[in-house]
């Protein structure tokens, strides 16, 4: 049987969907017209007909692929073994990128063009587009006339490589499901590259290792961790040494680096190098941009700013109080922030649920579409993002309606904050006695001691028994919430504790109020000291005026030392403006061992100082915060809130023009509805 590649995508669609399809969605999905998917259907109707398989039509609704469940599965097996695939240009690069690295000897182009069922010229055009790509890996692409193609370069950058080209091309459900044969050939290829088969081994060192510093670190940071742990030991097992460092330093050894290798030297039978130990020793690495005496991240502010704007255009477009929702600023500032990251660097945005997006929210699709367009214009904002941020405004909009909950549940969500509020929301409406109690990651989970929840729900594959967690779709369908009804009944109500569980619940009821009590008294220690200062001289410099505004901080005794403070001020300074965009103010911060308590105050100057030579900005509204080289989490995160409260307009009005009173009214509101969201 042979298949064209989009013979294969309508299959898959059709395979993987449940309810009705429309050729539109179809056309949509594979960028197509419709009248050419109409084409293909009529040519695929004739090949499932002869595996006893057929496509209902229905009229108004779609297409449907009508099959007994065995007939199905043994169809999509034979699909495996014999479909002749017609790889996408994108995906036939990726496949030679995985021969190449694979590959110790050059490998002719008739051997690619054969694997890949394509003419040779076709795998010397290709070559040609993946030179500037191998270029900025630090590689080298070398081609030779009768010597073939091969890769030139480090191991470490071959590693780096297969790193990124998992990063495009595989997501957590295929990182950590179960089964590579329901994957595309490509997947597959690269699940092979990275060495998928020891996952749950590193996995598992990992998490022994983990009390030594790993649990600092992101969701996003242990993923990338683990991929290139698992690729180390793939390349290793392959006979693909890394190379001995040629530069001279000596190795920290630490109880992380030691328990890891330990751990690692236990569940997989490899020997470590030297040299391998010193590249395990840099993944192991915190790989921070933060400076040390920082005390908010650097790019927090425009950040939020993208994120105001974003939410402002958003209102002027749909008559909905976006503003008014924190956990929706909280989502998107957390989304924004890494998908923007990814977008710069050129990776590849995947949303698997983009079509069926486009058809249940397309008003909103379109909305979110002409604000993004309008709010971030630096770098092109793919469709996919856009059903992301969908997904967060939508739970925005369903949020307006609360709904009593009795099942304690766990969400894991590894698209997003709104992704998994969005399949809250829904689940509420389905089945309001589900409670969601928290939301976790695809680590997280596996950690999480049984007796605190009912019910784990997650929208990909999790490394867990199938007993212990049920997998559904963020839409969540009408035959998944019927579904999840079983699994409650058949599982979840079987589960619940008696009055154990009840102690439990005071328990966790104890620690809530502990936690609270927590962020009070933060919110107390900086508000209740909050002063505003009235500094009439005239500076020359901006050295000068920190000096003075540090010597009044002095008097209060949050520090014992004026210069110190300063220089470290300058220090920040020097690494970006401290300018808060389109306001007139600047905001000061930095954190140190000789701040005895965090501070926040503000300075109005007499005279405009000028901060930012290159543009001409000036100020005259300075706000100083300051905090202990070693703050709680719940002060750092009270203090990242004032901070954005910065960009919101009545707040900047009250900076310039309000009285001591008056601002501090308004940060006591705002902390208020913040510590709501904690309860």
């Not at 590689?139 to 009768?146: F, H, M, P, Q």
């Not at 290829?189 to 290792?209: C, D, P, Q, S, Y």
């Not at 007993?467 to 369908?477: A, E, F, H, R, V």
């Not at 900086?526 to 500076?539: A, K, N």
Request: charged share 25%; proline share 4%.
């Amino acid at each position: 049987m042979s298949l064209s590649n989009r013979n294969r995508q309508i299959l898959e669609l059709l395979m993987n969907r449940t309810d009705d399809i429309t050729a539109g969605e179809i056309a949509a999905e594979i960028n197509v017209s419709t009248r050419t998917v109409h084409r293909e259907l009529s040519e695929l109707e004739s090949i499932l007909a002869a595996y006893g398989l057929a496509l209902q039509k229905k009229s108004g609704k779609g297409i449907q692929l009508q099959a007994e469940p065995e007939q199905l599965e043994a169809f999509r097996r034979l699909l495996v073994g014999m479909m002749a695939i017609e790889y996408s240009p994108e995906d036939r690069r990726t496949m030679i990128l995985c021969t190449l690295l694979q590959e110790d000897e050059p490998v002719k182009l008739f051997a690619l063009s054969h694997d890949l069922a394509v003419t040779v010229p076709t795998i010397t055009n290709d070559l040609d587009e993946l030179e500037n790509w191998v270029k900025k890996a630090n590689l080298i692409l070398v081609r030779k006339r009768g010597y073939g193609v091969g890769l030139s370069g480090s191991e470490a950058n071959k590693r780096r490589m297969i790193a990124m080209l998992a990063k495009n091309g595989l997501d957590e459900s295929d990182l950590f499901g179960k089964s590579m044969n329901s994957h595309s050939p490509v997947k597959q290829r690269l699940l092979e590259l990275i060495g998928k088969e020891n996952f749950t081994k590193v996995e598992a060192a990992l998490w022994l290792a983990e009390d030594e510093g790993l649990s600092e670190l992101s969701e996003q940071g242990y993923t990338n961790l683990l991929i290139n742990m698992s690729i180390t030991i793939a390349r290793i097992q392959q006979g693909k040494p890394i190379e001995l460092h040629p530069e001279p330093y000596s190795l920290r050894h630490n109880k992380l680096l030691t328990h890891t290798i330990e751990h690692l030297s236990k569940v997989i039978p490899i020997e470590l190098t030297t040299a391998e130990i010193f590249y395990i020793a840099e993944l192991l690495e915190p790989k921070s941009h933060t400076h040390p005496n920082l005390l908010l991240p650097m790019e927090e502010l425009s950040y939020m700013e993208i994120v105001w704007k974003l939410i402002r255009n958003m209102e002027s477009s749909i008559a909905v109080r976006f503003s008014d929702d924190r956990s929706l600023r909280e989502g998107l500032l957390s989304h924004l922030e890494s998908a923007l990251t990814r977008l710069q660097e050129g990776a590849t945005i995947r949303n698997p649920l983009l079509s069926q997006i486009k058809k249940d929210y397309e008003a909103l699709f379109d909305a979110i579409r002409r604000a993004v367009d309008k709010t971030i214009i630096e770098i092109a904002v793919p469709d996919e993002e856009i059903g992301f941020l969908v997904m967060h405004f939508g739970a925005s909009i369903e949020r307006q309606k609360q709904f009593r909950r009795n099942v304690k549940a766990i969400l894991v969500c590894t698209s997003g904050i709104g992704t998994s509020k969005m399949l809250a929301v829904r689940l509420t409406k389905e089945l309001p006695q589900i409670n969601i109690i928290g939301h976790a990651s695809w680590f997280e989970a596996a950690r999480i001691p049984e007796k605190e929840y009912d019910l784990i729900i997650s929208t990909v594959d999790l490394p867990l028994e199938e007993d212990q967690y049920i997998k559904l779709s963020p839409l969540l369908t009408k035959e998944e919430a019927e579904r999840l009804r079983l699994f409650i009944q058949n599982v979840t109500l079987q589960k619940e504790a008696g009055e154990s569980g009840e102690s439990g619940q005071d328990a966790d009821s104890t620690e809530k109020l502990h936690r609270i009590q927590h962020y009070v008294n933060e919110i107390v220690s900086i508000i209740d000291p909050f002063t505003v200062y009235r500094i009439e001289q005239s500076f020359h410099s901006l050295r000068e005026t920190l000096e003075v505004i540090c010597e009044y901080v002095r008097r209060t005794g949050v520090i014992d030392e004026v210069e110190p403070i300063v220089n470290l001020l300058l220090e920040r300074e020097r690494l970006s403006s401290q300018l808060i965009p389109d306001t007139g103010l600047a905001l000061f911060h930095i954190r140190s061992e000789q701040v005895r308590k965090p501070s926040f105050s503000l300075f109005q100057l007499e005279e405009d100082l000028l901060l930012d030579h290159e543009t001409a900005s000036e100020v005259r509204q300075l706000l100083l915060m300051l905090g202990p080289k070693e703050l709680s989490k719940e002060s750092l995160e009270v203090l990242s809130e004032i901070s954005s409260f910065l960009l919101i307009p009545e707040m900047i009005e009250l900076l310039k023009s309000g009285t001591q009173s008056e601002i501090k009214h308004y940060l006591s509101q705002e902390l208020a509805a913040f510590l709501e969201n904690k309860k």
